[in-house]
């Protein structure tokens, strides 16, 4: 069991006033998030079908929650990871127009996660994707809508801490951007994880681009599906990847905390590469995969913002069990029971 127990920890707000806020932090922020993107609301599904390529794949080691379809004779079903791809097939169906895009409630379940202070069977995230030209695949378009989103969390920070007087702001007024080949050069001796860490202390909220590729110490800084972001595409700066992690440094657990997870996404180009790296060429035979090489989707640049993640932090509590409704071990309730802190 991972478990942070800050000492003398102390929920600052009470079950009452918890859940007020989480409400009022959801419905500010994801109207500051649909005004600074241009997103329109849309319904997203809970399950796909097996086979299409349309469920996130994260690492590819993830097993998915599948079921039987009784009344489609028995076809498997599987509930979602996120809905990085389904988005850009919505983006082309609804025929979206450049600069314009939508987000949805994204609810999965991930029951290969290990669970922790911010890692829950149950994935609430804002997903949102919007539709771009060949020319807004720089490195500058990029830095440009995580500056818009980190906009939107400032201000949701603002109307937590005022309405409940007992919160004080601590996030930086600007976002710090680093590539992750300059991170590790920076804290050479660290893993991806102290690098953040070592970062996200320094300037108290980090863009780290560049993540799902090897670097020159020929690992990885993360890992990400081949199919959605783009990591390998060389960028204006000269340096690859497209993509990247918001990460903030959060004083309750003295620690970092990714709060986001977006990028550009793939066109034909990085696809290819990016299969062929991962030694998953067979999915150009799959239905998501198709369109894509046959140039029927946009371009688009998209991401997923965790609802339970930004109330979590905006309400200064010290475990995602705080904020939602979960399952956790008998030892992880006692622990957090023991230091203070009430999981729902």
């Known amino acids: 069991m991972s478990l942070i127990l800050p000492e003398g920890y102390q929920a600052l707000l009470n079950k009452r006033q918890t859940e007020k806020g989480i409400k009022q932090i959801k419905d500010f922020f994801q109207q500051n998030l649909s005004t600074e993107l241009r997103l329109s609301r849309v319904t997203a599904p809970l399950f796909v079908l097996r086979g299409l390529g349309i469920n996130d794949d994260l690492n590819g080691v993830e097993r998915p929650v599948t079921f039987p379809v009784k009344d489609l004779g028995d076809r498997p079903a599987e509930i979602v990871h996120s809905l990085a791809k389904w988005k850009r097939l919505t983006l082309a169906q609804m025929g979206v127009k450049p600069h314009y895009g939508i987000y949805t409630d994204m609810n999965a379940v991930r029951a290969d996660e290990e669970l922790d202070n911010l890692h829950s ?4 995230q804002w997903d949102w994707e919007a539709v771009i030209e060949r020319e807004d695949r720089t490195v500058a378009h990029l830095k440009d809508v995580v500056k818009r989103i980190y906009a939107a969390i400032l201000r949701t920070e603002y109307l937590a801490c005022d309405a409940y007087e007992v919160l004080k702001p601590f996030l930086p ?60 595409t060389v960028a204006e700066d000269g340096k690859k990847g497209l993509n990247g992690d918001i990460l903030i440094w959060y004083p309750v657990l003295k620690r970092s905390f990714e709060l986001s997870s977006m990028g550009i996404r793939v066109d ?21 995969h198709k369109k894509l090489l046959n140039g029927e989707l946009p371009l688009s640049i998209g991401g997923g913002i965790g609802q339970s993640r930004l109330c979590m932090v905006l309400l200064h509590k010290a475990h995602i069990g705080e904020i939602q409704a979960s399952i956790w071990s008998d030892k992880m309730r006692e622990e957090c029971a023991n230091h203070g802190i009430p999981l729902i």
């Open 268 to 288: 034909k180009k990085a696809l290819e590469l990016q299969l062929k790296l991962e030694h998953q060429e067979q999915r150009k035979e799959l239905y998501f």
């Open 121 to 124: 069977l149950y994935v609430d």
């Open 173 to 232: 007024q600007e976002i710090h951007f680093i590539h992750s080949e300059d991170l590790l050069a920076l804290y050479p001796d660290k893993t991806p994880k102290e690098r953040e860490d070592a970062i996200c202390e320094k300037y108290g909220a980090v863009f780290i681009i560049g993540i799902g590729g090897k670097l020159s110490n020929g690992q990885k800084h993360d890992g990400r599906a081949p199919d959605y972001d783009d990591w390998t």
